[in-house]
């Protein structure tokens, strides 16, 4: 079988080829970024810190006219050259054609990259029925669209006035078709509209999650920091367990009850049950990772004991509870 390419980025390790989504409340500075992303692949600039593949760029800004465009053009740069960005602020719906006026827009300009359609809603239009085959079959359009010219699409999207505390990608405006659709999301959220920085988070089906702490400065998103997943997931662990770790690899065996556990470790700001909860909870993912293999046994002269133990390869395998008396 032959080796299967590595996915095609855009921009580098941050926006891959296929259909991107980007979605924001009004007013946090979507336009702002998607211009610039437009300037810097025609100038072949690194865009927020990564670095891009050149050509030029279609740009559909519904929501503007010329002299605003022109505007944000000349506060973001003096000269686009090399490359091209071409804007366009009227277009039919996808219902009406749209994706027929930009084909033929690919094929009669040189080296498109990039096709930047800002809004997902104005290109719908205002009579498009919200369901979830209405925006699946939506987006499939645009998807084939980006397939056949091997370009990359990005979608100015919005989101729910409520949030959603189990996934923050739920905030998308519309059904999970366009979500479930699209190769990647992007949501840049700020916590006021007052403070200059916010929050970009990305993920997709070719890049693992991540964060980007960005700040709008001389009308352009700047990198302040980035964090993949497994950096947030370790900002975030207990610092308890980072504790139990090097004790383990000191020890390399343990066994005995979550509070002689404590004792041990010289720990008394954690409880024996929250220690346990924790060890439980990261027993598939950090403790594994860290070759730690964790099991326990309840028995009625003991109570709850744990053990643990150093392992090379460990399987993943669940903790085994024996509730013998």
């Not at 810097?40 to 503007?64: T, W």
């Not at 916590?191 to 993920?203: G, M, R, V």
């Not at 504790?243 to 470790?265: N, P, V």
């Not at 730690?292 to 903790?319: A, K, P």
Request: net charge negative; hydrophobic share 35%; charged share 30%.
């Amino acid at each position: 079988m032959a080796p299967i390419d590595r996915p095609q980025f855009l921009v580098e390790d941050l926006i891959p080829g296929g259909v991107n989504v980007i979605a924001g409340d009004e007013k946090t500075g979507k336009s702002w970024m998607m211009l610039h992303l437009a300037l810097c692949i025609a100038k072949g600039e690194d865009f927020l810190g990564h670095p891009v593949r050149q050509g030029n760029v279609i740009y559909l800004s519904l929501e503007d006219t010329y002299s605003r465009l022109q505007d944000r053009l000349f506060r973001l740069t003096d000269e686009i050259s090399p490359g091209k960005v071409y804007l366009v602020n009227k277009s039919a719906t996808l219902s009406e054609g749209l994706i027929d006026q930009v084909t033929r827009m690919v094929e009669k300009l040189p080296d498109i990259k990039l096709v930047i359609i800002d809004t997902l809603q104005l290109a719908r239009g205002n009579d498009s029925e919200m369901s979830y085959a209405n925006d699946y079959a939506d987006m499939e359009k645009i998807i084939k669209f980006a397939r056949d010219h091997d370009l990359t699409v990005f979608l100015v999207h919005h989101v729910r006035k409520q949030g959603d505390s189990r996934n923050r990608f739920n905030r998308f405006n519309g059904t999970k078709g366009i979500i479930g659709a699209a190769d990647t999301m992007f949501l840049l959220d700020k916590e006021n509209e007052y403070t200059d920085q916010a929050t970009l988070s990305i993920k997709g089906r070719d890049l693992q999650y991540k964060e980007l702490t960005i700040r709008f400065t001389d009308y352009k998103w700047e990198l302040i920091s980035e964090k993949t997943q497994e950096q947030i997931s370790q900002e975030h662990t207990p610092e308890i367990l980072f504790r139990l770790i090097d004790f383990l690899r000191a020890r390399r065996t343990w066994k005995g009850s979550a509070t002689e556990l404590l004792e041990e470790l010289g720990e008394e700001s954690v409880a024996p049950n929250v220690l346990t909860k924790y060890v439980n909870q990261y027993r598939m993912s950090l403790l594994i990772d860290e070759g730690i293999e964790y099991t326990y046994r309840r028995t009625h002269s003991e109570g709850r004991v744990l053990s643990f133990q150093i392992c090379d390869g460990c399987d993943g395998r669940d903790g085994q509870e024996d509730n013998s008396r």
